[in-house]
Nanobody, 120 residues
Framework: QVQLVESGGGLVQPGGSLRLSCAASGSIFSINAMGWYRQAPGKQRELVAA???????NYADSVKGRFTISRDGANNTVYLQMNSLKPEDTAVYYC??????????????WGQGTQVTVSS
């Protein structure tokens, strides 16, 4: 089993920045890809960014050039640096982890989610 705990969400003005963190615990030795997904009210959950042990990354087109995903040396924490935030980035952001290395779909492990609200 893998447990994921997110932190770092909040309220920010348009153009501002936030940094999300996701700490993994449990059977982390088998984790390969980790990523961030988001779900806005009335919309489906979508991929924001993902990274695997080889440090390959994948980003949604809507966040390219604004968001950066990274992973610490021990590979048990993943970060999402969000810059130039827009109101349309408002959503609940979920951390995801999987045993496989694919960056295009989620695995079985989810965090509880953290709210990001971009508003003036």
């Amino acid at each position: 089993q893998v447990q994921l705990v997110e932190s770092g969400g909040g309220l920010v003005q348009p153009g501002g920045s936030l940094r999300l963190s996701c700490a993994a615990s449990g059977s982390i030795f088998s984790i390969n890809a980790m990523g961030w997904y988001r779900q806005a009210p009335g919309k489906q959950r979508e991929l924001v960014a993902a990274i695997n042990r080889a440090s390959s990354t994948n980003y949604a087109d809507s966040v390219k050039g604004r968001f950066t995903i990274s992973r610490d040396g021990a590979n048990n924490t993943v970060y999402l640096q969000m810059n130039s935030l827009k109101p349309e980035d408002t959503a609940v952001y979920y951390c995801n982890a999987k045993y496989g290395g694919s960056l295009y779909y989620p695995g079985n492990y989810w965090g509880q989610g953290t709210q990001v609200t971009v508003s003036s």
